[in-house]
């Protein structure tokens, strides 16, 4: 099936695939200036660094792209899970600085893990932890953080800090609580959703990443209409593209048109339910679609 499918696009891979792989990075402007102000608070050593943006508008693909940017004189210490009691979270820094803390309590593996830091300052490493879905950090691991963030030399601070979340991190943040850890935050970035313009880009891009190299696939109608139902957010762009593709393929069309994507997004959680006054038509013809589509489908396997 999937064969048929890329063979009928010509295609090498799955252009529009939610796996947040940085060979299909589009060069899109909210993620650029994310990266921007990204790289150069790290340049100057600054301690904390927050990025946040709603479901879906790509921050783990931002937060992979800066992983791979890093040199040799970066130590990235990545925590992908945050969900973590405070101890946990040690543990988990002192593992991704390959720190034996078997058998040890709290204290040594703090203790340890200052050292391991000394020891990376004085060979002129800069260690840089990064922390995915920041918004889900218990609190007492949160207040963690600021406690990690206290660890420096008299001229800099030992380890580096950046927090990707969505904006439930600025709710924690605004709490009393932690005032002290929101007045450490030097640079604050977000990530936003695309506009049409942007919309259209991202889906040439992808496509040619994919390995497409004819006309235009999506009509301008249905980019429009995408750009509507999606409201510009990645991951429903992804979702929608791939499904509609799916439906103008089942269906043997060229080009996928406003109906194709009108199926998709009717069959996607989380897409605009865009209001028409010929509903009764849109709801027959995106069924119509769907079910070619699975004929087909069933059919090619």
Not at 180 to 189: D, E, N, P, V, W
């Amino acid at each position: 099936m999937i064969g048929g499918f890329k063979a009928y696009y010509g295609l090498n891979e799955q252009p529009f695939s939610l796996a947040p792989n940085t060979e299909f990075y589009v060069d899109l402007k909210s993620q650029q200036e994310c990266f921007n102000v990204l790289n150069y608070a790290l340049e100057t050593g600054e301690g904390f660094i927050k990025v946040t943006g709603e479901v879906g508008t790509g921050k783990t693909m931002l937060c992979r792209r800066l992983l791979n940017s890093f040199t040799e004189n970066q130590v990235s210490v990545y925590i992908p899970n945050p969900s973590l009691s405070p101890q946990a979270l040690w543990r988990a820094i002192a593992h991704e600085l390959c720190i034996d803390v078997n058998r040890v309590d709290l204290f040594q593996i703090q203790e340890r893990i200052q050292e391991k830091l000394l020891q990376l300052a004085l060979d002129n490493k800069t260690v840089i932890l990064v922390v995915d879905e920041a918004q889900c950090l218990p609190e007492d691991s949160l207040e963690a953080m600021r406690l990690i963030s206290n660890l420096e030399m008299e001229s800099r601070s030992l380890i580096q800090i950046v927090l990707f979340g969505q904006p439930e991190l600025n709710d924690l943040l605004a709490t009393d609580r932690f005032r002290q850890l929101k007045q450490r935050i030097s640079y604050s970035a977000e990530l936003k959703a695309m506009d049409e313009h942007s919309l259209q880009h991202y889906i040439q891009q992808r496509m040619i990443f994919a390995g497409y190299r004819g006309m235009p696939i999506f009509d301008d109608k249905a980019l429009k209409l995408m750009a509507k139902v999606t409201s510009g957010v990645p991951r429903l762009i992804n979702i929608i593209a791939q499904k509609a593709m799916f439906s103008a393929f089942g269906g043997g069309a060229s080009q996928v048109s406003v109906a194709h994507v009108q199926a998709a997004a009717a069959d996607t959680e989380g897409a605009v339910k865009i209001s028409n006054y010929n509903s009764y038509y849109w709801r027959e013809i995106s069924l119509l679609i769907l079910v070619i589509a699975l004929v087909a489908i069933n059919e090619l396997s």
